[in-house]
């Protein structure tokens, strides 16, 4: 025994069932999102379950979850209870319902049963009794109203896209023109010039543009009478109908008479429609589209920031920087920097960046938009510059140790055939050490990317009004509130009113977050291991 605890071999192995164990939950994590997230996606058959006391449950089956004898002795072995997703929201108060299985006479996949995904109140599952058109009814029965349902679905998409297309884009950009001009009125005012024709010139444009407004009011409302033409009958199982008005429905399915195929395709529609559409309900539906572009941006931000001041403060500290007592002082300081919990930060990035810097700049450039804020207030800026703050000391000690694998002889070789030591830091140094330098950046972009505390009190929002990019010059718009997939992550599993509706999107959301911090890490690692072959004698 005194022989192979001498010998080292007992802690390698001990170290090598840690590294395993450490994998296992990791890639076991990954595969619990993994199974959780995609299966969302697919189109779940509809059953219909018969119960002992007379009533009907349609929907589908999400989870079942058995009993233990020992815990409920009346449960028959191996019986336990199914969550359905009935959904019918505004019917029955409630997505989900706990059904026992010994309550269950019969099940049943009715292939006349519908689901219908709505924009509000989530899903609604039973039969198409009709169509209307006011009050005069258009098609009768199930099968006739199936026939006509799907194209009146697709005229009422159409005329949602033209109305958001109004909305969003055409009115939009006149509010912005409107804003902009009431802002340039200001700015004269404030100077002292309340009649001059700046002034005059810009009020003509305003009624200008409030004409042009009441004509979009005027085509919005046209376009709204024409979605509220239709309506669909619906009955539930107890035999219920609802009205149903059909520009409120996004897609109809009979998921019991589809194939493998048609599920596939419907499939890449949903997880397609995720990652492009806004949320919707509560960010319990639709898409996450804001997010991922708040995400990325907030992240290539930080990097901007980060990574140029931590290469420049580490090739001072191990280049230029006398080795005394004073450079040990400072190393201990940015190890420190690293260990300081992420919410210190948010708050130093509240009290400086946005009510100090932000406060500042409004009082100096924007002074026509106050008491409103512009930069004094949170938003994506300052939020990457907290992030910026936060990662900055991984930068610096990864780049230190980067510069330190370059061997000594490229410096004094550098030197001797005549280059100064700023060329020689520029043209030897630092490409030798780049390997170095990306490693920074890649723990830099794991650590921001999940961030969410610095984030909830420096910009981020539950639902951004607009991206911070946009087609109004200057196009990037850094004081713009930003959504982010890690908030988005945290209002769903701890703030929704839907805790049931809510979890599939947790899994999606946290399988989309993985597979952005992902591509961001594989693209700096294959670009570092691209200037490792080409700098043979970096060594990190």
Known sequence: MKKLLSSGTLFIWICGLGVAASLLMVFGLLFLIMINGLGFFWPKDLVELT????????????????????????????????????????????DFRWVDEQDIISRAKPPDAVMLERREWGNFYGRVSRIL???????????????????????????????????????GDLNY??????????????????DSPEIAALKRDI????????????????????LDDYAVVMQDTSGQETIIPIGLIIKALRPNEMDVMEKCLMYLANVWALLSEEPREANTEGGIFPAI?????????????????????AVYLKEYAHQGWV????????????????????????????????????????????????????????????????????????????????????????????????????RVILPCALPGILTGFILAVARATGEVAPLMLTGVVKLAPS???????????????????????????FQSPNVEAAKPMVYVTT???????????????TLRNYMRKRMKGAAV
Request: net charge negative; aromatic share 8%; proline share 5%.
């Open 467 to 493: 991206l911070p990019i946009d087609s109004h010059f200057p196009f990037l718009h850094l004081d713009r509130k930003f959504m982010h997939l890690g908030f988005h992550i945290y209002d769903m599993g």
């Open 511 to 525: 399988l989309v977050l993985v597979t952005v911090v992902v591509t961001l890490n594989l693209t700096a690692i």
């Open 207 to 226: 009624a200008h543009y409030e004409q042009i407004y009441q004509q979009y009011v005027a085509k919005l409302q046209a376009l709204t009478d024409q």
């Open 293 to 313: 572009v708040g995400t990325v941006m907030m992240v290539l931000m930080m990097s901007i920031a980060a990574v140029p001041f931590g290469v420049i403060a």
């Open 327 to 426: 450079v040990r002082m400072v190393r201990i300081a940015v190890n420190n920097l690293a260990g300081i919990p992420s919410i210190v930060f948010g708050v130093f990035g509240l009290g400086f960046f946005v009510y100090t810097v932000g406060g500042t700049i409004d009082q100096l450039w924007y002074p026509e938009a106050l008491p409103n804020p512009t930069f004094g207030t949170g938003g994506i800026l300052w939020a990457s510059l907290t992030l910026a703050l936060l990662t900055v000391p991984v930068v610096i000690v990864a780049t230190e140790e980067g510069l330190a694998s370059v061997p000594q002889e490229y410096r004094e070789g550098s030197l001797a055939l005549g280059a100064t030591k700023f060329e020689s830091i520029l």
């Open 51 to 94: 119960l002992k006391d007379g009533t009907t449950v349609l929907g589908e089956i999400h989870e079942r979850e058995i009993i233990p004898h020992s815990i409920s002795p009346e449960l028959p072995e191996g019986k336990g209870r199914l969550l359905i997703k009935i959904g019918n929201r505004d019917l029955y108060g409630l």
């Open 133 to 171: 058109r006011g009050d005069r009814i258009v098609a009768s029965g199930t099968e006739a109203s199936w026939q006509v349902l799907p194209q009146l679905i697709e005229r009422a998409n159409a005329l949602q896209e033209e109305i958001q297309h109004v909305e969003k884009d055409l009115i």
């Open 177 to 194: 023109q409107i804003e902009q001009a009431r802002l340039a009125i200001r700015a004269h005012e404030l100077k002292g010039e309340r």
